[in-house]
């Protein structure tokens, strides 16, 4: 079972309000004293990989403004993730970083040097969460003006992943790296080639600038699941991120997939899948049942309604609360949309229930009890959805998965689904989930090798 802990560096991730908890410590996600122990924590309890999410801009359109994301601390104020990185790797031995960083707002040659360099001080344990956002907010302070249309932003990953593939996998030819003192050569130029790119969207003619690490391009993760986003993922994707309310709803997007693997020119098994869970755990299931309680007392469902805002670029605070939701065309986040409308279409979900449910957990389910009752069900949403793991999330990062540490993770190692023991304590974060340090040879970025 692939585990991963799906976080984000801000006091408020994705249970809204939830910093007045009297034990939220939400100042923690500041403190990199605690990020070091929450690392070496979740590596104990078997996770393969810290998931950071991330954004660039203030969730603005709930009822035209960002008031209610600021007064909350809604995923507001925020840290870069990727600066944490080579601290909590440093004080680690296995698991992997997956941290999102978006096509649309990043120039492509210097994210290949940044995600290169922390492969090699990673030893190999970097990911990167490609992402094309939704947030005008973001486009705007980067002097980007407008969003990209939907699937335009899409086709322009496109092109943003043919560069990066020819930096990391192109640049140096194997035996580039000479070293010989005697001869004077360092590198071989014969053997260190430009990137020679001239695109719609980028030109980068120049090599890259770092020699591969580990795993050459760093594990590809990516969380769009709209139709478009789905073509992407099954191009480009080792992971795919999901997110959805039932089983039955992730489901089909697990079985929409291999058929885009198909027209992707990939195998079925090139890619593995994940969805998100809120995970509150304890002692008893009466136990988990009343902190979950605890913690609905301290919720905001104007904040749910604004991050809901901010994904999708629809303002739901004009509506009435009885209002039912529906599958409008958008140039936000569709995933986030279609969670609740074709995703679900047994169900009529209303402004109330939208605010209601994503007040905790955001678009996941939550799941209560004991160790043995939390095991239990992810290995039913695990059957059920097809997946091959979770992105596991928390209400309150201190207090939840050091109960998931406790009464999980013994419960899932005595079934045998952590992968602890299976690799070497040092390999890379590929190798640990695919088996291979290096992109396979049916990726499309293996083609730009030299
Ligand atoms: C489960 C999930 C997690 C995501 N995490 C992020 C994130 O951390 N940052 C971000 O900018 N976008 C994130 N996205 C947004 C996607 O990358 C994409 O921009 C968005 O979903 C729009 O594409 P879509 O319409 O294909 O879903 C996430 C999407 C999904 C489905």
Redesign the pocket.
């Known amino acids: 079972m692939l585990l991963c802990a799906l976080d984000m560096m801000v006091p408020t991730h994705q249970t809204t309000g939830i910093w007045r908890h009297p034990d939220a410590d939400v100042e923690q996600y500041r403190d990199l004293d605690f990020w070091i122990r929450h690392a070496r924590l979740l590596e104990a309890a078997g996770f393969d990989a810290m998931f950071f999410?991330?954004?660039a801009g203030v969730y603005d359109v709930f009822d035209g403004s960002g008031a209610t994301a600021i007064r909350e601390g809604m995923q507001y104020p925020m840290l870069d993730p990727l600066l944490a990185v080579s601290a909590l790797a440093a004080a680690t031995e296995r698991i992997g970083f997956g941290v999102?960083a978006?096509v649309s707002y990043e120039q492509p040659y210097l994210l290949a040097r940044r995600f290169a360099t922390l492969d090699h001080l990673t030893r190999g344990r970097i990911a990167w969460?490609i992402?094309?956002?939704?947030q005008r907010s973001a486009t705007e302070n980067l002097g980007l003006g407008d969003l990209v249309p939907?699937d335009e932003r899409y086709d322009r990953a496109d092109e943003f992943m043919d560069v990066v593939y020819a930096l990391w996998e192109g640049t140096f030819a194997p035996g580039a790296l000479v070293a010989d003192d005697e001869a004077g050569v360092y590198l071989d130029p014969e053997r260190v080639h430009g990137a020679g790119h001239e695109g719609r969207w980028f030109s980068v003619p120049g090599p890259g600038l770092t020699l591969p690490g580990p795993q050459g391009t760093p594990f590809l993760f990516q969380?769009?699941?709209?139709p478009?986003?789905l073509e992407f993922a099954a191009r480009h994707a080792e992971a795919l991120?999901?997110?959805g309310t039932t089983p039955e709803n992730v489901r089909r997007l697990t079985d929409a997939l291999p058929a885009h693997l198909e027209r992707a020119g990939r195998p079925w098994d090139a890619i593995r899948t994940i969805t998100?869970v809120t995970v509150v755990a304890a002692e008893t299931d009466d136990a988990a049942r009343a902190r979950l309680d605890d913690y609905a007392r301290h919720v905001d469902e104007d904040a749910a309604l604004a991050l809901f805002a901010g994904w999708t670029g629809l303002d739901l605070a004009a509506l009435s609360p009885d209002d039912v939701l529906e599958d409008v065309p958008i140039e936000g986040?569709?995933?986030?949309l279609q969670s609740f409308t074709s995703m679900d279409p047994d169900r009529a979900w209303t402004v109330r229930d939208l605010a209601a449910f994503m007040a905790i957990g955001a678009r996941g389910p939550v799941i209560v009890g004991s160790g043995e009752t939390v095991a239990d069900e992810l290995e039913r949403w695990a059957a059920e959805a097809g997946v091959d793991g979770f992105n596991v999330d928390y209400a309150l990062r201190g207090v939840d998965l050091p109960a998931f540490a406790e009464h999980v993770s013994p419960v899932l190692r005595e079934r045998g689904h952590l992968r602890e023991g299976d690799r070497p304590a040092s390999g890379t974060l590929r190798g640990r989930i695919l088996g291979t340090a290096t992109l396979r040879a049916d990726h499309p970025g293996a083609a730009f090798r030299r």
């Open positions: 999410a991330d954004v999102t978006s969460n992402v094309t956002s939704y939907h969380a769009g699941s709209s478009r986003g991120f999901f997110s998100s986040n569709r995933s986030a």
